[in-house]
């Protein structure tokens, strides 16, 4: 059992018979009242995000969990195969269970944590950005540099991504992974 104060980004709870991790918390101690903990909650298993107020004290069941490196293999229609780099055992996930399928490139290394009761896998983070080439961008028209304008550009995975006007196609640029909004152009 752990309390509210044990709360932190990537803590996996037992919650509603269901298993959540923690995507947001914040910690609130009003001027009036009891302090208490404000957290979003994603669920592993159907991925849908919900809003919840803790108070502080308040017990919460924690699930004890494994990190283990994987390393992305490929995608077959919304089955995504990953393998462990340690024993090269191979594991199939579902779409649902990644924050950002679509910007995942073959070979990439990702943290798979595992479940240590059920050895089922709950989720899967990404590293925080990731390179990758633009395959598709429209040409940026000369003088429309002064504002802050983007256009959308593909990248090799397939994701659409708002990138500044000057990006080209074959740039490299670095993405963030948990907004999936462009970060820099990287040079080479």
Same mark, same amino acid.
């Given at each position: 059992? #752990?309390?509210?104060? /044990?709360?932190?980004?990537?803590?996996?709870?037992?919650?509603?018979?269901?298993?959540?991790?923690?995507?947001?918390?914040?910690?609130?101690?009003?001027?009036?009242?009891?302090?208490?903990?404000?957290?979003?909650?994603?669920?592993?298993?159907? =991925?849908?995000?919900?809003?919840?107020?803790?108070? $502080?004290?308040?017990?919460? /069941?924690?699930?004890?969990?494994?990190?283990?490196?994987?390393?992305?293999?490929? !995608? &077959? =229609?919304?089955?995504?195969?990953?393998?462990?780099?340690?024993?090269?055992?191979?594991?199939?996930?579902?779409?649902?269970?990644?924050? !950002?399928? /679509?910007?995942?490139?073959? =070979?990439? @290394?990702?943290?798979?944590?595992? @479940?240590?009761?059920?050895?089922?896998?709950?989720?899967?983070?990404?590293? #925080?950005?990731?390179?990758? &080439?633009?395959?598709? $961008?429209?040409? *940026?028209?000369? =003088?429309?540099? #002064?504002? @802050?304008?983007?256009?959308?550009?593909?990248?090799?995975? *397939? $994701?659409?991504?708002?990138?500044?006007?000057?990006?080209?196609?074959? /740039?490299?640029?670095?993405?963030?992974? $948990?907004?999936?909004?462009?970060?820099?152009?990287?040079?080479?």
């Amino acid at each position: 059992m #752990a309390s509210t104060s /044990d709360i932190r980004n990537g803590l996996c709870i037992k919650y509603n018979h269901d298993i959540y991790k923690i995507i947001e918390f914040l910690h609130v101690k009003p001027g009036k009242g009891p302090a208490f903990v404000r957290t979003k909650l994603k669920s592993l298993t159907t =991925g849908k995000v919900l809003d919840n107020t803790f108070s $502080a004290g308040h017990k919460i /069941d924690d699930v004890r969990v494994e990190t283990h490196t994987y390393q992305y293999l490929y !995608a &077959e =229609g919304d089955q995504f195969h990953f393998m462990n780099n340690e024993s090269f055992e191979q594991i199939t996930l579902n779409k649902s269970i990644l924050d !950002a399928p /679509d910007l995942l490139k073959e =070979g990439t @290394n990702v943290m798979v944590q595992i @479940n240590t009761e059920t050895d089922l896998p709950l989720s899967v983070d990404m590293p #925080a950005s990731i390179i990758l &080439e633009v395959t598709y $961008a429209e040409p *940026g028209v000369k =003088g429309n540099t #002064a504002t @802050n304008a983007t256009k959308s550009a593909t990248v090799e995975t *397939g $994701a659409t991504v708002n990138v500044p006007l000057f990006i080209n196609e074959g /740039d490299k640029i670095k993405i963030d992974t $948990a907004s999936g909004s462009y970060m820099e152009r990287v040079k080479e």
